[in-house]
């Protein structure tokens, strides 16, 4: 019989209805403590696969922390390299834990990140340095992860049951275009609603699309609506979910939490689907 890893207990994690009709899933159960270990499992069995990526190379990504988290812990247990470049803003309990698996931090200007990140990134592998990009951006992997195994989760746990709305915060948009792909194909009437960051503001882990950046696995075609929120409004369900849901998760939960109450507000009878992407722990210096 294979001997089972800590990779074995990525997903399968529990769905909770944390208010009447509005139901989330708990991300920061996987052991990596977010919704990232999913994707970079995938992308790394993908890019083994393909002969890409051997024992012994160096990763390197551009993360806001949770995909750093998860490529770490891979990494550690696979036995690579990983290098993360990483806004200036993140979270000093994600980076110690990065270092704690082994992986190396560059911290980038902040308005610098991602874009120009990404570009710098294939100009040094055009200059034949030796390095994999898995780009959670650009990589199918990303949302094929939640097509496949998240959302099926999310029906399973359901029983069945009818969904009317799937609220997601958006990064690099694998979540809301894989688990929405998945939900809408089972759920005709379905409404797909997109929470980003107001323009100038910060919650970490997303991002505005008004930024100018489209990442390209995003399926903007599925989203019916986007909605604009200001930090300190997640900032604030995120405390209320703690305080008085008993769930410990990360400003991106509260975003989630927060614009599924406005739907439910508006559609007091829709039963409404989220994601709460990881563990608030990370996040306690604030
Ligand atoms: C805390 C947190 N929430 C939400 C997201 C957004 O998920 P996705 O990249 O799948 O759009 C991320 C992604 O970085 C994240 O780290």
């Known amino acids: 019989m294979k001997t089972k890893t800590i990779l074995d207990s990525i997903g399968n994690t529990p769905l909770i ?6 139901f989330a899933k708990i991300e920061g159960f996987n052991p990596g403590g977010s919704i990232k270990d999913r994707i970079v499992l995938n992308m790394i069995l993908e890019a083994e ?12 990504e551009p993360t806001s922390g949770n995909t750093g988290v998860a490529l770490a812990m891979v990494g550690a247990m696979k036995g690579y390299n990983v ?13 110690k834990m990065i270092k704690a698996f082994g992986g190396e931090v560059i911290l980038i200007e902040s308005i610098r990140f991602r874009k120009d990140v990404i570009v710098d990134i294939k100009e040094r592998i055009k200059q034949g340095e030796k390095i994999v990009f898995l780009n959670q951006y650009e990589n199918p992997m990303n949302p094929l992860a939640h097509y496949q195994k998240t959302a ?10 009818k969904i009317d709305f799937f609220v997601a915060g958006m990064g690099t948009g694998g979540t809301i275009t894989g688990i929405g792909r998945k939900l809408k194909q089972k759920h005709k009437d379905l409404k797909i609603i997109g929470v980003q960051p107001k323009a100038g503001e910060t919650i970490e882990g997303l991002r505005s699309l008004k930024e100018g950046f489209v ?4 399926d903007l075609d599925l989203i019916d609506e986007i909605y604009d929120l200001e930090s300190i409004k997640a900032e604030e369900a995120r405390d209320d979910l703690a305080k008085n849901k008993g ?8 975003a989630a939490l927060y614009i599924s109450r406005e739907i439910a507000k508006n559609n007091p009878k829709a039963r409404i689907v989220t994601v709460f992407p990881d563990r608030g722990e990370r996040y306690l210096y604030y």
């Open 17 to 22: 209805e944390v208010e009447e009709n509005i």
């Open 49 to 60: 696969k393909k002969g890409i990526l051997k024992k012994g190379d160096t990763i390197v």
């Open 83 to 95: 290098s993360l470049l990483m806004p200036e803003t993140t979270s000093p309990e994600k980076i």
């Open 247 to 254: 769930i410990l998760a990360g400003p991106s939960s509260g």
């Open 215 to 218: 990442p390209p696995i995003l």
């Open 152 to 161: 099926q989760e999310i029906l399973r746990q359901l029983k069945g049951r």
